[in-house]
């Protein structure tokens, strides 16, 4: 769960501010869940049954008894943040002078600023804000004029919403950091005011991958074969399904996954899903591809042959992406 | 669930954590099981579903004098009245209603007799109140003690007000008609521990079941279903022969032997138990099924039909597939999605009726979404010849299920502009509402949700969605929250609500 550190004191003015910060994040809806009553047949009167839309999602006149209905909920928590995900939040800039308060203050050029602190870095990178061009440029000028980087004026009530989409690379503790700045303008003065919002989170890694490699006998070929198997352990606590497992090699390797895409006849292809603690077993055949000139790929220095990197790509709950490639994998020479 | 394949703790294997690679390939003792491709690291009911202890029936011999059952009590046995009082209340952990004194316990359950005046529901039609040997006793299941107490700790404050509140002598009906589901379990517990009904005349036992049908289904309308899971207990084994008459038919309608199926799952703390409930149901659906085949095939002669059979055989596949339905919910509900998914493609919808191929369909590709595999949704809908708007909804979903979220968009819009069923316009709205709070498009999302509150809609996803942006755009949510919740109750609509439903 993410939680909120006291906003820096960035601004020494003690005073409230005129503009909130409101952070949601935006992991994918989910469907509803609905518990539909069994209801008497044929139906007595009068009736004892409540009517049949009552245990429904939404009052829909289908006949339906499935638990999932394709009603969207936003989420209602934070939930868990993995490596390999896209971090999605939506932030809001709000602005909070009520209607008619005395000295009348007036908001503009409300500007948000976004970015996020990495285990392994301590810069912070800024975060690219969307969305840049609001679909609907009319009806975004009635509530405030759009003016770039200039930032936004804001009614009371109104809000400024931005979406950041970050790419989870590293486990551990990560920051999200929202400045927000405006302009403050009262009949007698005005002034530019500024605040910072820190937010943090673990980010947990959700796939763990093992891997060995073993030389395949020779059948009196030149080239030689290894066989690559990686066993892939879902270690996060949703269920998900494998996308895609392809072992990516480097010039003088080929390799062939012999995975659940091979199919017999009228067979159809079932991405495997993986519930927490679930482990798929995946297996390559790697092959070294002479060049013109009939070499062999060359030995690292530690005498290993590398042959590629491993990159899987997985979807979550509703779709939620994931993806995530391995270092370096290869074949240790005698 | 097909592969429980317990492997060897220690693997000397290479890990690879995130992108770091730690790799080294020595001289590795793999020990990969060669007949399957997939292992489990635990059987997967040990992670998403701890084994919990079975409680069952049986249960209720802790007691000091043990209750008889319907399972044990045949139907020659008497009752022993006596030992119906024991106290059960340590399986409870629910607040109890006070029982009344030994005395007027005693008197109420012990004398059919006493029975003064019969209820104004027991008017039922013959097929419900069937012949019974009189020795047949429920007052087991009119002990004031099975019933909780209600309370308002849960409702939202601006629903709190009497004025909202059904006059106490509204009749039964009229409460669950009018959408009054909390009144309405209130009355039907009053009216099952009320003195009126005898417990083995038959038709106060067809009202009896129809009672407790009402309580319990009301109690999960209005956010208890936890209660109802408690209460359900009272029924116990509903498989017994003991709830059947001589000619064996079921005393129970068949809305409350389903419905007790899940929530004694719930009660009994074990949700495989309500697998095994819908697999025992779908048994004899099967049965009853294949005699009233046999008996058209037997009596009609070419070019006749028998109407009154052709329905019940009608109703009865129905229900079968009904159940087939409930046991896919049941394993989402335990978070075996994988397994629901298999078990909903071994379903086939009835050859002749293409609209429930279409809603099968969309119900695969709902679960495939659920699961992630967003492909396999959309090819689920692309085999079927079913109803267009059903396709685009799944659509739809999937659009935003890829974080195309402007297709999705279109997608709505497009259906709420050609739509011909009105009933699925909220739905379709409320969605295009979502979807534009994810392109930060929270003002046209918030006017969408409101205009959709004006109208009249109040369902879960709705207020909760709304009160979300609520909390998004302003500090002072709460009285936002208390205004929707205060709109909604000032406009009289049906069903109940909870604080959960405007995050209060």
């Known amino acids: ?275 927490p603690g679930d482990v798929q077993q995946v297996c390559f055949l790697v092959e ?32 939620n992406r994931g993806f995530l490639s391995t270092g370096a994998l290869g074949a240790r020479l005698k | 669930m097909d592969h429980l394949v317990e492997q060897p703790d220690s693997h000397p294997t290479t890990l690879i954590t995130g992108l770091r690679c730690i790799d080294f390939s020595g001289p590795l003792e793999f020990c990969y099981m060669s007949h399957s491709q997939k292992e489990r690291k635990f059987p997967s009911s040990q992670v998403s579903l701890p084994r919990r202890p079975t409680r069952g029936p049986l249960d209720i011999g802790e007691t000091p004098i043990p209750l008889p059952s319907p399972t044990s009590t045949g139907p020659s046995l008497p009752h022993q009245p006596s030992s119906l009082l024991s106290p059960t209340t340590s399986q409870f952990m629910t607040p109890r209603l006070a029982s009344p004194t030994p005395g007027s316990n005693l008197s109420l359950l012990t004398s059919p007799s006493f029975r003064t005046a019969h209820s104004t529901l027991s008017t039922q039609s013959p097929s419900r109140s069937p012949s019974l040997a009189p020795s047949k006793n429920f007052s087991f299941l009119l002990r004031p003690e099975i019933y909780h107490p209600l309370t308002l700790l849960d409702v939202p404050p601006p629903f709190r007000v009497s004025a909202l509140q059904p006059d106490p002598s509204t009749s039964l009906p009229d409460l669950v008609s009018s959408g009054n589901f909390r009144s309405a379990a209130i009355k039907a517990a009053q009216l099952l521990t009320s003195e009126d009904l005898s417990p083995s005349l038959p038709a106060d036992i067809a009202t009896i079941f129809e009672l407790i049908y009402t309580r319990l289904s009301c109690l999960t309308l209005c956010g208890q279903t936890a209660l109802a899971a408690q209460e359900v207990k009272a029924l116990e084994d509903l498989n017994s022969s003991y709830y059947r008459d001589e000619e064996g038919r079921h005393l129970v309608p068949w809305e409350l032997r389903v419905l007790a199926v899940r929530l004694q799952g719930m009660g009994f703390n074990d949700a495989r138990r309500g697998v095994m409930g819908y697999y025992e149901l779908a048994r004899e659906a099967r049965l009853t099924l294949t005699s009233l085949k046999k008996s058209r095939s037997s009596m009609s002669t070419p070019g006749e039909t028998n109407e009154a059979l052709e329905n019940e055989i009608e109703f009865w596949s129905t229900r079968l597939q009904e159940l087939g339905i409930r046991v896919a919910s049941a394993l989402v509900e335990m978070e075996d999605l994988e397994g629901a998914a298999r078990f909903l493609s071994t379903l086939s919808p009835p050859s002749d009726n293409s609209a429930s191929a279409s809603t099968l369909a969309t119900q695969k590709a709902l679960l495939f979404l659920c699961l992630g595999d967003v492909e396999a949704a959309r090819s689920a809908i692309s085999i079927s010849a079913g109803e267009e708007s059903e396709k685009k909804v799944i659509l739809a979903l999937a659009h935003m299920a890829d974080s195309d979220f402007s297709s999705a968009v279109e997608i709505w819009e497009d259906l709420i502009s050609s739509s011909f069923s009105p009933s699925e316009l909220p739905m379709y709205r409320q969605n295009l509402g979502v979807c534009f709070l994810y392109l930060g498009r929270m003002e046209e999302a918030r006017d969408i949700l409101e205009a959709l509150v004006e109208e009249g809609s109040s369902f879960h996803a709705l207020t909760f969605n709304l009160s979300t942006i609520y909390e998004l755009c302003t500090e002072r949510s709460r009285a936002l929250k208390i205004g929707l919740a205060e709109k909604i109750a000032g406009m009289g609509s049906k069903g109940e609500k909870a604080n959960g439903d405007f995050k209060l």
């Open chain 1, 1 to 275: 769960m993410a939680h909120q550190r006291t906003s820096s004191t960035v601004d020494s003015v003690k005073e409230p501010h005129s503009v909130s910060l409101k952070v949601l994040r935006l992991s994918r809806p989910s469907l509803s869940v609905q518990h539909p009553l069994p209801l008497p047949t044929p139906s007595p009167s009068p009736t004892n049954s409540p009517a049949p839309s009552a245990s429904l999602a939404y009052p829909s006149t289908k006949n339906d008894a499935f638990i999932l209905s394709p009603l969207l909920t936003l989420p209602p928590a934070f939930g868990s943040a993995y490596v390999g995900e896209t971090f999605s939040c939506t932030l809001c800039a709000n602005n909070e002078v009520l209607l008619g308060s005395n000295p009348s203050k007036v908001i503009s050029n409300v500007r948000i600023e976004a970015e996020m602190k990495i285990p392994s870095s301590g810069i912070p990178l800024p975060l690219r804000l969307g969305p840049e061009n609001p679909s609907d440029a009319d009806e975004e000028k009635e509530e405030g004029k759009v003016v770039g980087k200039e930032g936004v004026d804001l009614e009371p009530g109104k809000s400024l919403q931005k979406v950041v989409n970050f790419d989870l690379k590293e486990e551990g503790s990560h920051v999200l950091a929202v400045t927000v700045t405006y302009s403050e303008t009262t009949p007698t003065s005005g002034r530019i005011r500024t605040f910072r919002k820190l937010y943090q989170f673990v980010c947990k890694g959700c796939m763990v991958v093992r891997t060995k490699t073993g030389l395949l006998p020779s059948s009196g070929e030149k080239s030689r074969k290894w066989a690559l198997e990686a066993q892939l352990e879902n270690t996060g606590e949703e269920t998900i399904s494998l996308d895609m497992v392809v072992l990516e090699t480097k010039d003088g390797f080929r390799s062939q996954g012999i995975n659940w895409e091979i199919l017999s006849e009228g067979e159809k292809m079932e991405k495997p899903v993986l519930m």
């Open chain 1, 288 to 319: 070294e591809v002479p060049d013109a000139e009939g070499k062999g790929p060359e030995p690292t220095a530690e005498g290993k042959l590398i042959f590629g990197i491993l990159s899987l790509a997985w979807r979550g709950t509703m779709g």
